[in-house]
């Protein structure tokens, strides 16, 4: 039975699945009131338990202490309501490159009882403008360097109000300039432990994202649950990483974790490996989250001179960790690699290796609070040894926003994963392969369907056909199978043409590296496309 809300505006509690579809939660040990607040739990709270003086972010050439965090998260929240007129439970998206101006703007919004969907630069006012119609979102705040697209991307829609920041070291724009005038004291909302805080869109195997919906206190439980129990965070501790804040799993590990235990957060705006290679150096990092991409060519970095003997903490997410890269990694450095696995429906990684229980091309156990189990297609639990669908459950799990597909995802109370998993007699789970149609890219899930949803919008583009293809550096690159119409040649030229358009249309990332000309794509007799079969010929 949910608590009663603290939203004014009723669209979450509205439109949540009903309970009854919802998976088992496990919230034995993760207690908290009934009233609470996870914006102020990571801000104000740290500095009345003594840690004002501490430096919370670090960002774009500044530092932050805790209690200046904790004046400009309020000085911002009353600018929100008092000048944007944000109320309880309003939808409202950030959109900003990864910036301690960002995570300020969470926390005011959070703060402000609203419910926040955080969404990276490099989308595209298409992608965009998904977001803002599946989630009715009302308000946009966003840095004035992103303005174009997000002009674009408010034209038409249900936006009653967008506002601009400036995420830079100077913070001269009009969200900052109304902040100047605003106390620093804000009675942020009292929302319920159960009331929506925000709102994480999956990568969409349609090209359809879906939104998932996570509460106060799961925003509490994945600190007091993985960061606490698997990485024994410590008030000393220095985390960076690669992943963006709009991912939950950035979100968790560049400032969920650190706020939670008055560590500190070093934010890159462009978190390029020399760069992540360079603040682990200057501030002496100790933990850092990224995929085995990066992790690779920190592995290079060590044999140029590169000193990384700072991190106690090596976090990969996100595509599958390598046995040979775990290997040299723990051979150059004397410390294991800590590979798990998390969605966005679950907020977090629930599965994982440990500092003292890891072991390569192995994926771990369930983090506390958590269980998991490797099913066949009837749901029932396979023999150790044996392939087949992963299941967990624990204190966070999936609540699709209107209830889409959440009957796919929660079956008999559990979470069902896309991923195919063993488990061995030992109790370790492996990955095996993924279940769907996604493509894992240096720790970007991407919808093969949207790519080719793209490339078809190119009038040289007849028919194609997307599949992710093995490599070495990325785990995995989009190929695009392209039958070309009449009159177009497909030479190198066509092929950077048809990348370039990709870039231009969706986020750069989702462009494909490969590119292959073919007279005909395999069909079924009904006209279906059969991707197995240009798989089958890797």
């Given at each position: 039975m949910l608590l009663p809300s603290a939203h004014s505006d009723t669209f979450m509690r509205d439109n949540l699945p009903a309970e009854e579809t919802w998976p088992d939660l496990l919230l034995k040990g993760f207690d908290y009131p009934d009233r609470l607040n996870a914006a102020v739990e990571l801000t104000d709270a740290m500095v009345a338990r003594g840690f004002g003086d501490h430096t919370a972010l670090i960002g774009n050439g500044r530092a932050r202490t805790y209690k200046e965090l904790a004046d400009w998260t309020n000085r911002l929240a009353h600018v929100l309501v008092d000048d944007l007129g944000i109320r309880p439970g309003?939808?409202?998206?950030?959109?900003?490159?990864?910036?301690?101006?960002?995570?300020?703007?969470?926390?005011?919004?959070?703060?402000?009882?609203?419910?926040?969907?955080?969404?990276?630069?490099?989308?595209?006012?298409?992608?965009?403008?998904?977001?803002?119609?599946?989630?009715?979102?009302?308000?946009?705040?966003?840095?004035?360097?992103?303005?174009?697209?997000?002009?674009?991307?408010?034209?038409?829609?249900?936006?009653?109000?967008?506002?601009?920041?400036?995420?830079?070291?100077?913070?001269?724009?009009?969200?900052?300039?109304?902040?100047?005038?605003?106390?620093?004291?804000?009675?942020?909302?009292?929302?319920?432990?159960?009331?929506?805080?925000?709102?994480?869109?999956?990568?969409?195997?349609?090209?359809?994202?879906?939104?998932?919906?996570?509460?106060?206190?799961?925003?509490?439980?994945?600190?007091?649950?993985?960061?606490?129990?698997?990485?024994?965070?410590?008030?000393?501790?220095?985390?960076?990483?690669?992943?963006?804040?709009?991912?939950?799993f950035g979100l968790g590990g560049l400032a969920i974790f650190p706020l939670r235990f008055g560590a500190t957060a070093v934010l890159l705006e462009n978190a390029a490996p020399p760069n992540l290679i360079e603040i682990i150096q200057k501030h002496r990092a100790t933990v850092c989250f990224t995929a085995p991409t990066a992790y690779r060519a920190m592995l290079r970095a060590m044999e140029d001179g590169a000193d990384l003997s700072s991190l106690r903490a090596a976090v990969s997410a996100g595509e599958t960790l390598l046995a040979p890269v775990y290997d040299e990694w723990q051979a150059k450095t004397g410390k294991p690699m800590l590979d798990g696995i998390g969605a966005t429906e679950m907020l977090h990684i629930f599965l994982t290796n440990r500092f003292d229980d890891h072991r390569p091309a192995c994926t771990g156990k369930p983090v506390k609070g958590y269980e998991a189990k490797v099913i066949g297609p009837d749901g029932a639990e396979l023999p150790r040894g044996e392939v087949g669908r992963l299941a967990m459950r624990g204190p966070t799990g999936c609540r699709y926003l209107f209830g889409e597909k959440q009957a796919e995802y929660v079956q008999d109370g559990w979470n069902i994963s896309g991923d195919a998993f063993v488990q061995d007699e030992d109790g370790y789970f492996h990955f095996q392969a993924r279940n769907d149609d996604i493509i894992l890219s240096s720790g970007y899930n991407i919808a093969g369907p949207e790519v080719e949803a793209a490339l078809l919008e190119h009038p040289a583009v007849a028919e194609c056909a997307v599949i992710g293809v093995p490599d070495l550096d990325r785990g995995e690159i989009i190929e695009a199978h392209v039958v070309l119409g009449a009159g177009f040649t497909g030479d190198d030229a066509q092929a950077k043409a048809l990348q370039d358009h990709v870039k231009a249309t969706i986020a750069p990332f989702k462009y494909p590296r490969s590119i292959v000309f073919t007279a005909a794509l395999p069909k079924t007799e009904s006209g279906k496309i059969q991707r197995f079969k240009l798989k089958d010929t890797l």
């Open positions: 309003n939808r409202v998206l950030l959109r900003s490159a990864n910036n301690p101006a960002m995570v300020a703007l969470w926390l005011a919004a959070t703060k402000a009882g609203a419910v926040v969907v955080n969404t990276m630069p490099m989308l595209r006012a298409g992608e965009l403008k998904k977001y803002i119609e599946k989630a009715q979102i009302s308000h946009a705040l966003f840095d004035t360097r992103l303005m174009e697209e997000m002009e674009a991307a408010a034209e038409g829609t249900c936006l009653e109000r967008i506002a601009g920041f400036d995420g830079s070291a100077n913070h001269d724009a009009e969200l900052d300039r109304l902040a100047l005038e605003k106390p620093v004291k804000f009675e942020a909302v009292e929302t319920s432990q159960d009331d929506a805080a925000l709102i994480g869109f999956t990568s969409g195997s349609t090209g359809n994202p879906k939104a998932t919906v996570h509460f106060h206190r799961d925003l509490l439980i994945i600190a007091d649950g993985y960061a606490r129990e698997v990485l024994d965070v410590r008030p000393g501790d220095v985390f960076v990483g690669s992943p963006p804040l709009a991912f939950t």
